[in-house]
Structure formats: structure tokens, C-alpha cells
Nanobody
Framework: QVPLVESGGGLVQAGGSLRLSCAAS????????IGWFRQTPGREREFVGG????????YYVDSVKGRFTISRDNAKKTVYLQMNSLKPEDTAVYYCARAFIATTAREKDYDYWGQGTQVTVSS
């Protein structure tokens, strides 16, 4: 079973919304939480935000604060990334990953990664 599976990506116009899902039922254990990252060609993967399974506390990078919201459904072992007011610069492949200690911006704090889902925002 694949540990993490992202879905919900697609093409949207600037100003629109998308909701990404990260199904985590394949993980051997839940870990601390789930982080979302994104990557565009030629650039390093960028942390977007994260959520704790137990407390639901969230943490976002400044560029998405007020536009993106991360939530979780513990019963379904699924984390969501609601993206509103999308901008062309949000275009990227979005990944979810398991945080084993804390949902930080450091990739080394994540051990399981999904395959990614493409988000394209047209201007």
C-alpha cells in the first residue's frame, strides 16, 4: 500500500480555488503530522504548511497565509490543503509528507512522501 497519496490537483484560473487531499492510511504509523511542500522545475522544494494530527495546530509559510488552509480528518487519516485566491506563482507540483517529529519547514524532518499532484494556475 502506498503510504501517502495526493489528489485534487488540476488547472484553475487565477483567483480560483482548489482542494488537495493527502490520504495517509498507508502509513505504518501516523507520526507527528503532515506537511505540504511544492516544487517547480529548476527550483528547490518549498515548504507550504503543516498540521499536527493530535492538536490540529497549523503552520504556514508567509506567502500562503490567509489564502491556504490545512485541515485534517483523523478518522479518515486524510489531510486537506484548501487553496483560495490562487496566483500563477502557486503553480507547482504539490507533495504531502509525514512529519515524524514536528511539522517544520525542513525536509529532513519528513520521512514518507507522496507522489505529488500538479497544480497549474493560469493568468
Amino acid at each position: 500500500q502506498v503510504p501517502l497519496v495526493e489528489s485534487g490537483g488540476g488547472l484553475v484560473q487565477a483567483g480560483g480555488s482548489l482542494r488537495l487531499s493527502c490520504a495517509a492510511s498507508g502509513l505504518p504509523s501516523s507520526g507527528y503530522g503532515i506537511g505540504w511542500f511544492r516544487q517547480t522545475p529548476g527550483r528547490e522544494r518549498e515548504f507550504v504548511g503543516g498540521i499536527s494530527w493530535s492538536t490540529g495546530s497549523t503552520y504556514y509559510v508567509d506567502s500562503v497565509k490567509g489564502r491556504f488552509t490545512i485541515s485534517r480528518d483523523n478518522a479518515k487519516k486524510t489531510v486537506y490543503l484548501q487553496m483560495n485566491s490562487l496566483k500563477p506563482e502557486d503553480t507547482a507540483v504539490y507533495y504531502c509528507a509525514r512529519a515524524f517529529i514536528a511539522t517544520t519547514a525542513r525536509e529532513k524532518d519528513y520521512d514518507y512522501w507522496g507522489q505529488g499532484t500538479q497544480v497549474t494556475v493560469s493568468s
